[in-house]
């Protein structure tokens, strides 16, 4: 069983007219619908058979009565059905925008939504100020792959110590311009520093890993979603390449590599010129990648900063170019690791 932590917004009630014996709850009934901004939550996706998918409870569709889960404020809910409604209007700094919002209906008649990574704008979630749901799109879906659906927070936490030509230091020391080991291209000056104290707690606990636990001499705790490196021949059976990058979260095994949570961490970013490998106390992991929605969750002062530095990110994050390895699957990922 995989818990994938993201987020969402939480209806207010219960669904229009649901009922748990209907199959097509769904549909129009959702036409125009108002979500609050406000209901911004996270959540956990508990895939049960690490399929990458969370399946739905409703019969019409195939899927029946899974065993897949989503946790939302604590609370374990069975999905009854999904949705998804074209062009629906949200609005973020006074800019109107419109894209497809999924919709997952529960079996109590509470629901949640949300956009897909692709189509969530440069700005904080607390910049939305108004959501409606659009028009039904027809289908019928079994379940929606959480791949499309997750949440690219990527950082160290503070303490942590990464290799320089000057030794280990700790990643919040480090200043624009202050040479860092990379695997790949030597000593590389850093271009951006950026910091975010946020509860270190639920779906934002940092991993812990323990000391030889991926070849690690010291403890290094990191974000859910910073990426590490795994190489050897399980990747090249399962991803078609020795060296894959690996989300931390989905390496938890419950003995060398942990979640800890705290009741607060500084969580730390380095960004150099492209996508680079560090090394932390011999565990080799990911530099910053500026996603769209990795540039959302920076403070605004943050993102302005790093945009000046790198002006055409503003338009297009694609512009920063490719990560250093292959990101893998959850699946892919404790395959690799088994």
Not at 174 to 200: F, I, N
Request: aromatic content about 8%.
């Amino acid at each position: 069983m995989a818990d994938i932590a993201s987020w969402a917004w939480t209806g207010t009630g219960t669904w229009p007219s649901f009922s748990v014996s209907n199959q097509n709850n769904g549909r129009a009934l959702g036409n125009g619908l108002n979500i609050s901004p406000g209901n911004y939550t996270s959540i956990l996706w508990r895939d049960a058979n690490n399929n990458g998918v969370i399946a739905d409870n409703d019969s019409d569709d195939g899927s029946g009565s899974g065993t897949d889960r989503v946790v939302v404020n604590g609370v374990v809910k069975r999905v009854h059905e999904t949705a998804t409604y074209n062009n629906s209007p949200f609005t973020v700094r006074g800019v109107s925008y419109t894209a497809p919002i999924d919709v997952w209906i529960f079996t109590d008649g509470t629901y949640m939504v949300r956009l897909r990574d692709v189509n969530i704008p440069a700005a904080h979630w607390k910049k939305v100020t108004a959501i409606r749901l659009g028009t039904w799109d027809g289908a019928e879906y079994s379940g929606s792959n959480i791949a499309t659906r997750d949440n690219p927070f990527v950082c160290f936490t503070a303490g942590t110590c990464v290799e320089t030509p000057d030794g280990p230091r700790p990643v919040e020391g480090l200043r624009a311009g202050d040479l860092v080991l990379t695997l790949d291209h030597g000593p590389q000056p850093l271009l951006w520093s950026g910091k975010r104290l946020v509860r270190g707690t639920g779906a934002a606990a940092p991993v812990l890993f323990q000391p030889g636990a991926l070849g690690n001499s010291d403890a290094v705790r990191v974000s859910p979603h910073h990426r590490v490196l795994l190489t050897g021949w399980k990747a090249e059976l399962f991803a078609g390449t020795s060296e894959v990058l690996v989300t931390a979260h989905h390496l938890v095994d419950g003995k060398t590599i942990l979640r800890d949570p705290c009741d607060l961490v500084l969580y730390v970013h380095l960004l150099f010129m492209r996508h680079e490998l560090l090394d932390t106390a011999g565990l080799l992991s990911e530099s910053f990648h500026p996603t769209r929605y990795a540039l959302d969750q920076l403070a605004d002062q943050e993102r302005q900063d790093l945009l000046t530095r790198i002006p055409q990110l503003a338009q297009d994050p694609r512009h920063y170019g490719a990560t250093a390895r292959r990101c893998v699957t959850s699946w892919e990922a404790r395959a690799i690791a088994a």
